[in-house]
Protein backbone atom coordinates (compact mmCIF):
# COMPACT_ATOMS: atom_id res chain seq x y z
CA UNK A 1 0.00 0.00 0.00
CA UNK A 2 1.25 3.48 -0.63
CA UNK A 3 1.96 6.24 1.99
CA UNK A 4 -1.11 8.18 0.96
CA UNK A 5 -3.18 5.35 1.15
CA UNK A 6 -1.72 4.23 4.44
CA UNK A 7 -2.02 7.71 6.16
CA UNK A 8 -5.88 7.62 4.71
CA UNK A 9 -6.64 4.32 6.31
CA UNK A 10 -4.85 5.66 9.59
CA UNK A 11 -6.12 9.11 9.89
CA UNK A 12 -9.89 7.80 8.89
CA UNK A 13 -9.78 5.20 11.65
CA UNK A 14 -8.34 7.69 14.42
CA UNK A 15 -11.54 9.90 13.69
CA UNK A 16 -13.58 6.84 13.72
CA UNK A 17 -12.58 6.22 17.09
CA UNK A 18 -12.81 9.89 18.50
CA UNK A 19 -16.75 9.58 17.05
CA UNK A 20 -17.02 5.80 18.88
CA UNK A 21 -16.28 7.38 22.05
CA UNK A 22 -16.97 10.62 22.31
CA UNK A 23 -19.13 10.76 25.53
CA UNK A 24 -22.67 8.98 25.12
CA UNK A 25 -24.82 6.82 27.47
CA UNK A 26 -22.74 3.60 27.04
CA UNK A 27 -19.68 3.31 25.24
CA UNK A 28 -19.01 -1.00 24.45
CA UNK A 29 -14.92 -1.24 25.05
CA UNK A 30 -14.97 -4.35 23.83
CA UNK A 31 -14.50 -3.63 19.93
CA UNK A 32 -11.47 -1.21 21.39
CA UNK A 33 -8.52 -3.66 22.36
CA UNK A 34 -7.81 -4.67 18.24
CA UNK A 35 -9.20 -1.22 17.24
CA UNK A 36 -6.37 0.74 18.97
CA UNK A 37 -3.38 -2.36 18.53
CA UNK A 38 -4.20 -1.55 14.40
CA UNK A 39 -3.77 2.12 15.37
CA UNK A 40 -0.54 1.68 16.89
CA UNK A 41 0.57 -0.52 14.36
CA UNK A 42 -0.71 1.44 11.57
CA UNK A 43 0.99 4.34 13.35
CA UNK A 44 4.24 2.95 13.79
CA UNK A 45 4.47 1.63 10.18
CA UNK A 46 3.86 5.53 8.61
CA UNK A 47 7.23 6.67 7.36
CA UNK A 48 9.00 9.32 9.83
CA UNK A 49 8.16 12.24 8.13
CA UNK A 50 4.93 11.30 7.80
CA UNK A 51 4.10 11.26 11.55
CA UNK A 52 6.14 14.28 12.13
CA UNK A 53 4.04 16.34 9.28
CA UNK A 54 0.66 14.51 10.90
CA UNK A 55 1.44 15.20 14.65
CA UNK A 56 0.45 18.23 15.95
CA UNK A 57 -2.89 17.26 14.48
CA UNK A 58 -3.23 13.88 15.63
CA UNK A 59 -2.17 15.03 19.32
CA UNK A 60 -5.97 16.49 19.22
CA UNK A 61 -7.87 14.43 17.33
CA UNK A 62 -6.13 11.23 19.38
CA UNK A 63 -6.24 13.46 22.37
CA UNK A 64 -9.73 14.03 22.47
CA UNK A 65 -10.67 10.35 22.26
CA UNK A 66 -7.88 9.53 25.08
CA UNK A 67 -10.05 12.35 26.95
CA UNK A 68 -13.48 10.70 26.53
CA UNK A 69 -11.95 7.18 27.37
CA UNK A 70 -10.38 8.33 30.55
CA UNK A 71 -13.87 9.51 31.97
CA UNK A 72 -15.07 5.48 31.09
CA UNK A 73 -11.81 3.52 31.78
CA UNK A 74 -9.66 5.44 33.89
CA UNK A 75 -6.35 7.61 33.11
CA UNK A 76 -3.69 4.24 33.69
CA UNK A 77 -6.15 1.53 31.88
CA UNK A 78 -3.88 -0.16 29.76
CA UNK A 79 -5.50 0.84 26.41
CA UNK A 80 -5.71 4.94 27.22
CA UNK A 81 -1.63 4.37 28.11
CA UNK A 82 -0.84 2.98 24.94
CA UNK A 83 -2.67 5.79 23.06
CA UNK A 84 -0.55 7.99 24.56
CA UNK A 85 2.44 6.18 23.60
CA UNK A 86 1.14 7.82 19.87
CA UNK A 87 0.89 11.07 21.33
CA UNK A 88 3.55 13.52 21.79
CA UNK A 89 2.14 16.72 22.67
CA UNK A 90 0.04 18.00 25.22
CA UNK A 91 -3.33 16.69 25.28
CA UNK A 92 -6.56 18.67 24.82
CA UNK A 93 -8.27 19.96 27.49
CA UNK A 94 -11.37 18.17 27.21
CA UNK A 95 -13.12 15.42 24.89
CA UNK A 96 -14.80 18.73 23.73
CA UNK A 97 -12.16 20.79 22.55
CA UNK A 98 -12.67 21.59 19.05
CA UNK A 99 -10.60 25.11 19.25
CA UNK A 100 -8.57 24.68 15.96
CA UNK A 101 -9.50 26.11 12.31
CA UNK A 102 -9.06 23.54 9.92
CA UNK A 103 -6.67 24.02 6.96
CA UNK A 104 -9.27 25.57 4.69
CA UNK A 105 -10.77 27.79 6.68
Avoid: C
Wanted: no cysteine.
Amino acid sequence: MDTYAELYEFAASVGALEGYVYPKEKVDTSYLPNWIEHLRKAYELLPGHVRDEIQPNLDKTLGRAVRSLIEVLGENHPLVVKLMGMIKGKLPSSYDDFQKKKWFE
